[in-house]
């Protein structure tokens, strides 16, 4: 079965502090794709990234990296130098191929408060 | 992700009534995933349609639930006499080729907060 683990449930840091949220799946399938999205208080869902199980390189884009291991089976998510409109639940999310279906797995996603 | 399209936004329902939520798909794509998102929990997977076909429904409820993807119109996702267990916010994806392998980022709508009083 597919699970996604978002272990931090809440955090909460002061503006200009760098934050990393933590993901870690499983899966059974060697090709499978991995998400982040952001969503923010007004409740709609934002698309961070999409990155496939055969790219390892880490990206960056803008204050947002994500570092993807696939030893340990993590896809961990880092905003440097955070801004309160940074403070959203975060999700981590898993699709693959298991069954022929295409659904996401979402984690439980981590609250994030940006104080200024 | 603005071209999802869900309507209403916000729907009231009493128990025992029809919940009716409607997912328009951005142009050009063809499959559409249903989603519900619980108070404080993650989004879970509902339903998987193409134009016209149900292509995975494990995760709908066996009863009270359905959904379509008629060739012509939205997609309709249709709660038949709603309880408040229902109350969720619904969103919808749609995407051009599908999630998975060789797929494309699905794109959410802003969902439906479903409330039954």
């Known amino acids: 079965a597919q699970k996604v683990t978002q272990a931090q449930t809440e955090i909460s840091v002061v503006e200009k502090e760098d934050v990393t949220l933590d993901c870690v799946y499983e899966?059974?399938?060697?090709?499978?794709?991995l998400f982040w999205y952001k969503q923010p208080p007004s409740g709609e869902l934002v698309f961070l990234i999409r990155r496939n199980s055969f790219d390892e390189q880490n990206e960056i884009s803008g204050r947002y990296s994500w570092n993807f291991q696939k030893s340990t089976s993590s896809f961990n998510f880092t905003i440097t130098a955070s801004q309160v409109v940074d403070s959203a639940v975060y999700f981590c999310a898993l699709s693959g191929t298991q069954g022929g279906s295409e659904k996401l797995v979402f984690g439980k996603g981590t609250k994030l408060t940006v104080n200024p | 992700n603005a071209g999802v399209m869900q309507n209403p936004r916000h729907l009231v329902r009493r128990r025992g009534q029809e919940a009716r939520l409607r997912c328009s798909p951005m142009?050009?794509?063809?499959?559409v995933y249903w989603y519900r998102q619980l108070p404080e929990e993650g989004l879970k997977f509902m339903v998987y349609?193409?134009?016209?076909?149900?292509?995975?429904e494990s995760g709908m409820p066996k009863e009270r639930f359905s959904a379509e993807f008629p060739k012509e119109g939205p997609s309709i996702l249709r709660i038949q006499q709603v309880v408040r267990g229902d109350s969720a916010a619904y969103f919808c994806?749609?995407?051009?080729f599908g999630q998975g392998i060789g797929g494309t980022e699905a794109f959410f709508g802003q969902g439906t907060r479903l409330t039954v009083v």
């Open positions: 142009k050009g794509h063809s499959h």
């Open positions: 349609l193409q134009k016209e076909n149900i292509i995975d």
């Open positions: 899966t059974r399938d060697t090709t499978y794709y």
């Open positions: 994806a749609s995407s051009h």
